[in-house]
């Protein structure tokens, strides 16, 4: 790790206080690219009232928001979001096929439209950055403007997590082992 979150012992009063806003609210606990924000507690706050909107409050169901959260980290190939993702993912209702063939690098087989035009649009707009007409008016006619801005906002989101775990080399939990780097 290339930097380590700041220590509790020597926080700023800004970094405790936005260290108790997260560990209060629904994530319980401060880690990952959370932890590296810490060090600009005006970054943590702003990032982690983003976060906490697109994990929680978006017009995404859950299984649609960790799809696209797994998409968004095989595309960085961002091991530590993936860890912190699977699990919820699977429990949320993504398929365990689905997840494998994200690991693989794969297009998974979708059991629905919503699903398949998700991967669609955060693939696309990962790698192309933008969308072909044809997929936006897909898009939107699957998902609705609404939900369709609330994919675009979580994609942003990841990509800021995935740029920070990656730039600052957040490892995983100690035991854990890497999966996007299997084949």
Same mark, same amino acid.
């Given at each position: 790790?290339?930097?380590?979150?700041?220590?509790?012992?020597t926080?700023?009063?800004?970094? &405790? +206080?936005?260290?108790?806003?997260?560990?209060?609210? #629904?994530?319980?606990? $401060?880690?990952?690219?959370?932890?590296?924000? =810490?060090?600009r507690?005006e970054?943590?706050?702003?990032?982690?009232?983003?976060?906490?909107?697109?994990?929680?409050?978006t017009?995404?169901?859950?299984?649609?928001s960790?799809?696209a959260?797994?998409?968004?980290?095989?595309?960085?190939?961002?091991?530590?979001?993936?860890?912190?993702?699977?699990?919820?993912?699977?429990?949320?209702?993504?398929?365990?096929?689905?997840?494998?063939?994200l &690991? +693989?690098?794969?297009?998974?087989?979708?059991?629905? #439209?919503?699903?398949? $035009?998700?991967?669609?649009?955060?693939?696309? =707009?990962?790698?192309?950055?933008?969308?072909p007409?044809?997929?936006?008016?897909?898009?939107a006619?699957?998902?609705?403007?609404?939900?369709?801005?609330?994919?675009?906002?979580l994609?942003?989101?990841?990509?800021?997590?995935?740029?920070?775990?990656?730039?600052?080399?957040?490892?995983?939990?100690?035991?854990?082992?890497?999966?996007?780097?299997?084949?």
């Amino acid at each position: 790790m290339r930097l380590g979150p700041p220590d509790f012992a020597t926080m700023t009063p800004d970094q &405790r +206080r936005v260290h108790d806003i997260i560990t209060n609210g #629904p994530r319980g606990r $401060v880690r990952g690219p959370l932890a590296i924000w =810490l060090h600009r507690p005006e970054l943590a706050e702003a990032a982690q009232a983003l976060g906490a909107y697109c994990r929680y409050g978006t017009l995404l169901e859950p299984q649609h928001s960790e799809l696209a959260i797994l998409c968004m980290a095989m595309i960085w190939q961002s091991e530590f979001e993936w860890w912190a993702h699977k699990p919820i993912a699977l429990n949320a209702g993504v398929e365990p096929h689905i997840v494998e063939a994200l &690991r +693989r690098r794969e297009t998974p087989v979708f059991t629905s #439209p919503t699903q398949e $035009v998700i991967h669609a649009v955060v693939t696309t =707009l990962s790698t192309k950055r933008r969308l072909p007409d044809t997929l936006y008016d897909r898009a939107a006619s699957i998902l609705g403007s609404d939900r369709l801005i609330d994919l675009v906002g979580l994609c942003g989101y990841y990509t800021l997590i995935s740029m920070t775990l990656n730039v600052f080399e957040v490892p995983l939990p100690e035991g854990e082992l890497p999966e996007l780097s299997k084949p």
